[in-house]
């Protein structure tokens, strides 16, 4: 298990290092986004010597301020265990999500429902990034798994045309392996969920599935989830993992062929901040 976790530890270090800039902040590396796009967080250093102090989230957090980015700090729990206190007399409020990987042999087999991996080559490939990106919003907007009115007619409304230099970046990763995207579709309703799968070398993750609010409970997230790992294991991929926003969550992954390993941490200012 300790070498997963490093494994892992490489990954998130990694990741956002193709699109971002870094700063250190004693035990902390903050990943400043170069231009456009999703801005990205700071998480533990690797190497360094001591774990990340208060002092290093209040300057890291003052930077951010600064720099006009979220406040968002990442670190996986059995890998710095003392983080979760420092961060919360640091002022944080911190999201404990399960942390789980793919077991290969329990994936599931596909399912009927129609799952489609976004083709950069395809001259649709920008309105299909528009509508991962509209699927993702109004899911996300409406969290955990309960079924509610949000359908077609909001996710259409929230589908934006996609900045060029942010269409270029998704183009480069998907065509080079890096990054993956799958819609589920609805015969009815259309494009009802969405998922992305990142890759570095022979680990993946699998982020940001959304469902549709008026279509859950109907396995499109889950076919999704199912069909990103697939892919993944048939890129060569050995390592697969993903993080739940909740244990109800944490649920439908597992019946998909993924089991919990430990606590993926997301910090962010508390509504009653102490700094």
């Known amino acids: 298990m300790p070498e997963l976790f490093d494994?892992?530890?490489?990954?998130?270090?990694?990741?956002?290092?193709?699109?971002?800039?870094?700063?250190?902040?004693?035990?902390?590396?903050?990943?400043?986004?170069?231009?456009?796009?999703?801005?990205?967080?700071?998480?533990?250093?690797l190497g360094a010597a001591e774990p990340p102090s208060a002092a290093d989230i209040t300057a890291a957090r003052a930077r951010q301020r600064e720099l006009g980015a979220p406040e968002a700090f990442e670190?996986?729990?059995?890998?710095?265990?003392?983080l979760l206190a420092v961060a919360r007399s640091a002022g944080l409020t911190v999201l404990e999500a399960p942390l789980l990987v793919?077991?290969?042999?329990?994936?599931?087999?596909?399912?009927?429902?129609?799952?489609?991996?976004?083709?950069?080559a395809a001259p649709s490939f920008a309105a299909d990034i528009a509508v991962r990106r509209a699927v993702g919003a109004v899911g996300f907007g409406a969290p955990g798994t309960g079924a509610g009115p949000a359908g077609p007619a909001e996710r259409d409304a929230a589908v934006f045309e996609v900045a060029e230099e942010e269409l270029a970046d998704e183009r480069r990763a998907t065509g080079a392996g890096r990054r993956a995207s799958a819609l589920a579709e609805d015969p009815e309703l259309g494009?009802?969920?969405?998922?992305i799968l990142q890759r570095v070398d022979d680990v993946?993750?699998?982020?940001?599935?959304?469902?549709?609010?008026?279509?859950?409970?109907?396995?499109?997230?889950?076919?999704?989830?199912?069909?990103?790992?697939?892919?993944?294991?048939?890129?060569?991929?050995?390592?697969?993992?993903?993080?739940?926003?909740?244990?109800?969550?944490?649920?439908?992954?597992?019946?998909?062929?993924?089991?919990?390993?430990?606590?993926?941490?997301?910090?962010?200012?508390s509504i009653f901040p102490t700094v």
């Open 102 to 120: 793919l077991d290969p042999a329990a994936l599931v087999k596909p399912s009927r429902v129609p799952v489609r991996l976004i083709d950069p």
């Open 191 to 195: 494009v009802v969920a969405s998922g």
């Open 204 to 269: 993946a993750e699998i982020a940001g599935v959304a469902t549709l609010p008026a279509a859950r409970h109907r396995g499109f997230g889950a076919a999704v989830t199912a069909a990103l790992a697939r892919h993944a294991l048939d890129q060569g991929v050995d390592v697969v993992f993903l993080s739940a926003g909740s244990e109800d969550i944490a649920r439908v992954y597992t019946r998909v062929g993924f089991r919990r390993i430990g606590t993926a941490c997301i910090g962010s200012p």
């Open 75 to 82: 670190w996986v729990h059995e890998t710095t265990p003392d």
């Open 7 to 45: 494994r892992l530890e490489r990954f998130y270090d990694a990741v956002p290092r193709d699109g971002a800039h870094t700063e250190i902040f004693g035990g902390l590396v903050l990943f400043v986004r170069n231009g456009a796009g999703w801005p990205f967080y700071a998480r533990p250093r």
